[in-house]
């Protein structure tokens, strides 16, 4: 009578055990498909208003509005300069970097600010023109760069800056920024 009922016992803990496991490995299943599904999917965020046009930005690729925005903000950031500001101007630029870019990035702007620092020389951009590219995260900037001496300008150019943009998740990072010339329509 004993084993009969010691029997009864542990027939009905293994039907607990095959139904535990049964539940586990569905739960494990359904874990992993939504896991993938949302691993798989673009993730998309809603940016405030700035602009007459709605933003956002995705993990599938960078618009071109935000693109130009950013191009925008980063151009007349580092082309807008004073001596009064130097170390601000850098840190901030720098905060924008690519990791893979930031120890040339740096090496270029503290050779601008070993010369500009105690110096009473500063530049203002005017931007007249913009390219955005993109597909190839790149981005073009025109406009007039004037440098100041205390507060007489003593020169005004027409110039193009190239911007290199890398996009990973959904951070825009700056690679490279260099002069490619003065505008085509400016040469005479």
Not at 47 to 75: H, K, M, W
Not at 161 to 185: H, M, N, Q
């Amino acid at each position: 009578m004993l084993a009969d009922i010691a029997h009864q016992r542990t027939q009905g803990l293994l039907r607990q055990r095959k139904v535990l496991l049964v539940s586990l490995a569905a739960s494990f299943l359904v874990n992993v498909g939504l896991g993938q599904a949302l691993s798989s999917k673009d993730r998309e965020v809603v940016l405030q208003p700035v602009s007459p046009r709605p933003l956002s930005i995705s993990s599938s690729g960078v618009t071109a509005d935000y693109l130009e925005f950013v191009t925008r903000d980063v151009a007349l950031m580092l082309l807008n300069r004073s001596p009064a500001g130097l170390d601000y101007w850098m840190e901030q630029i720098l905060k924008l970097a690519h990791p893979a870019a930031y120890g040339r990035l740096k090496a270029e702007l503290v050779k601008i600010v070993t010369e500009q620092r105690g110096s009473d020389l500063a530049q203002a951009f005017v931007i007249t023109g913009m390219t955005v590219d993109p597909k190839g995260l790149t981005s073009e900037v025109e406009g007039e760069l004037k440098t100041f001496v205390g507060g007489q300008v003593i020169a005004s150019e027409k110039k193009r800056f190239r911007f290199g943009w890398d996009y990973t998740g959904l951070r825009l990072s700056l690679t490279s920024f260099a002069l490619v010339s003065a505008p085509k329509e400016y040469l005479q």
